[in-house]
DNA sequence: CTAAAACATTGATCTAGAGCAATGTTTGGG
DNA sequence: CCCAAACATTGCTCTAGATCAATGTTTTAG
C-alpha cells in the first residue's frame, strides 16, 4: 500500500542533497538560519531533535535579488519556499497585461504554487522577489517524501494547508463583500507597514484596484 | 510520538457509533449509500476493503428538509458533511444581514466549516440545505482519527485540502480581475444548469452582486 | 386551490471605482 | 551624482453595478 517507503526515508541520509545546486550546500551546516523554521513548525507541532535535523537536511539556503524570478508562467514549480527575510509575490499575468496578485510572502510564510507543485502541470503563476529576500527551499520530492514517512511532518503540512484555505477562505468574503478602502483597511490591520514597504503598484494589484484608487483611498485613512 | 492509538482505532469497532444519534444508526448497515464516497475517495486514492469497512462504519447517512441548518453562527461545528443528493450553502451574514455565500456544496462534493471544525471556536457561518438533502456525515473525533490512524485516509484528506485550496484560489482571481458577467459564465462554465435549480438571490450572492444586477446579466448571455 | 409571501424583473437614478491625461516625485543604473 | 524611467498623485469623465420603487411571477402553507 505506501507508495513511499517509510522505512528507508525515515533513515535520514537517504534523503539529503537530493536536488540541491551545490554552490548551495553548506547551508545545510549553517543550523542558525533555520530556526525561523523550526520555530514556524514547532507553532504548528512540537518537534524532537531527530525530526528537526531530518528538516535541516531537506532544506536548503538562497539568496535572490530584487525582481528576481523564482517561478515563471508555463514552468513547473519544483520548490517549496520559506521566506527568511525580504518577501516574494505570487501573480498571474490577465490577458491586458496586468499583473494579478494572490499573495504576498513576507518574513516565516512558505509560497509556492500548489497548484503546479502538486499536479506537476505548469504554472500559471509567476514567484517574483519583491525586495532582495533570503529563503530556505525544499525540491518537491523529497518533502513529499517527508510529509510520507514523518509524522509530525506530515501534520505540519496538514495544518499549512488548512490554514492556508481559512486565509484564503476570509480573502474571498472579503472580495465579495467589502469595499476597495474595508479591505485596504483589512491589509493594513495584518501588516500595518505593507505600504512603506511595498510600491503602491503591487498593494493595488492585491487589492484588485487601480494605483489611482488606491492614491486616493489613502487619502481617505 | 501519536497521540492516536494506531492499532486500537485501526481495528474498526472502536469507533463505531460514537456520536451518532440512535434513529440515524440504521444507515450503516444500509452499503449502496456509500458507494458515491467511495467513488469520491478512490478517486483521490486507491482502497482496499478494509479501508472502506472502516469509512462505513464511521459516517451516518441524515435526511434534511429544505431550508434545514446544519449549522449555526456561534455553534461548534462538529461534523464534516458528504452529499448525496440535493445541496447545501454556506455562508456569513454580514453586518447588514445579508447573506454573503461562500461555497455550493452539490452532490459528492464534502462541506464543513472547516475553521471551526479544527479550531473548535465558535463558527461565523452558516451550513443550510438549498433543498430538500440526503448526506453522509461523521463526527470530527472520528475523522481526525481516522486521518491520524489509516494513511489512505490522511492522503485523501490532504487531497481534499489541496483541491479545496486551489479552488478557492481560482475564485480569489475570479473576484480581483473579473466583471460580473465574466464571473457568472465562469460559474455557469462549473454548473450550467445552477440557475434553473438553485434561486437567483443565491446565485447572486455566491456571485458578490445584487439580484437586480444578476437579473440583469441573465439577459446578456 | 387559493391567498400571502417570497422572489424576479425592469426602469430611473446614483456612486464607487475605472480610464485617461497631465504633472510631480522616486528610484536605480551608469 | 545625475538623468531616464518607473512610480505616484490629481482632476476630469465615464461606466459597471448599487439602490430604490413599481410591477409581475412563482412558491408555499393551509
Same mark, same amino acid.
Given at each position: 500500500?505506501?507508495?513511499?517507503?517509510? &522505512? =528507508?526515508?525515515? *533513515?535520514?541520509? %537517504?534523503? !539529503?542533497?537530493? @536536488?540541491?545546486?551545490?554552490?548551495?550546500?553548506?547551508?545545510?551546516?549553517?543550523?542558525?538560519?533555520?530556526?525561523?523554521?523550526?520555530?514556524?513548525?514547532?507553532?504548528?507541532?512540537?518537534?524532537?531533535?531527530?525530526?528537526?535535523?531530518?528538516?535541516?537536511?531537506?532544506?536548503?539556503?538562497?539568496?535572490?535579488?530584487?525582481?528576481?524570478?523564482?517561478?515563471?508562467? &508555463? =514552468?513547473?514549480? *519544483?520548490?517549496? %519556499?520559506? !521566506?527568511?527575510? @525580504?518577501?516574494?509575490?505570487?501573480?498571474?499575468?490577465?490577458?491586458?497585461?496586468?499583473?494579478?496578485?494572490?499573495?504576498?510572502?513576507?518574513?516565516?510564510?512558505?509560497?509556492?504554487?500548489?497548484?503546479?507543485?502538486?499536479?506537476?502541470?505548469?504554472?500559471?503563476?509567476?514567484?517574483?522577489?519583491?525586495?532582495?529576500?533570503?529563503?530556505?527551499?525544499?525540491?518537491?520530492?523529497?518533502?513529499?517524501?517527508?510529509?510520507?514517512?514523518?509524522?509530525?511532518?506530515?501534520?505540519?503540512?496538514?495544518?499549512?494547508?488548512?490554514?492556508?484555505?481559512?486565509?484564503?477562505?476570509?480573502?474571498?468574503?472579503?472580495?465579495?463583500?467589502?469595499?476597495?478602502?474595508?479591505?485596504?483597511?483589512?491589509?493594513?490591520?495584518?501588516?500595518?507597514?505593507?505600504?512603506?514597504?511595498?510600491?503602491?503598484?503591487?498593494?493595488?494589484?492585491?487589492?484588485?484596484?487601480?494605483?489611482?484608487?488606491?492614491?486616493?483611498?489613502?487619502?481617505?485613512?
Amino acid at each position: 500500500m505506501p507508495e513511499f517507503n517509510l &522505512g =528507508e526515508s525515515s *533513515k535520514g541520509e %537517504y534523503l !539529503v542533497g537530493r @536536488g540541491i545546486p551545490p554552490f548551495h550546500r553548506h547551508a545545510i551546516l549553517k543550523m542558525n538560519e533555520f530556526s525561523p523554521l523550526h520555530l514556524y513548525i514547532e507553532n504548528l507541532h512540537p518537534l524532537d531533535k531527530e525530526v528537526k535535523d531530518q528538516i535541516e537536511h531537506s532544506f536548503n539556503f538562497k539568496k535572490v535579488k530584487k525582481n528576481e524570478f523564482l517561478l515563471q508562467e &508555463g =514552468e513547473i514549480c *519544483k520548490f517549496n %519556499y520559506f !521566506v527568511l527575510k @525580504g518577501s516574494l509575490r505570487l501573480f498571474k499575468v490577465d490577458p491586458k497585461g496586468e499583473e494579478m496578485i494572490r499573495y504576498f510572502a513576507f518574513e516565516n510564510k512558505f509560497a509556492t504554487n500548489l497548484t503546479s507543485f502538486i499536479t506537476g502541470m505548469p504554472s500559471e503563476e509567476y514567484i517574483q522577489a519583491n525586495e532582495k529576500t533570503e529563503l530556505l527551499y525544499i525540491p518537491k520530492s523529497i518533502f513529499l517524501d517527508l510529509v510520507e514517512s514523518l509524522p509530525p511532518i506530515n501534520r505540519v503540512y496538514r495544518n499549512m494547508l488548512e490554514n492556508a484555505y481559512i486565509t484564503s477562505q476570509k480573502r474571498i468574503y472579503n472580495f465579495q463583500s467589502y469595499s476597495a478602502l474595508e479591505r485596504l483597511k483589512w491589509l493594513l490591520e495584518q501588516y500595518p507597514k505593507i505600504l512603506s514597504r511595498l510600491p503602491s503598484k503591487l498593494i493595488a494589484s492585491y487589492l484588485g484596484i487601480t494605483p489611482f484608487t488606491l492614491s486616493r483611498l489613502k487619502a481617505e485613512l
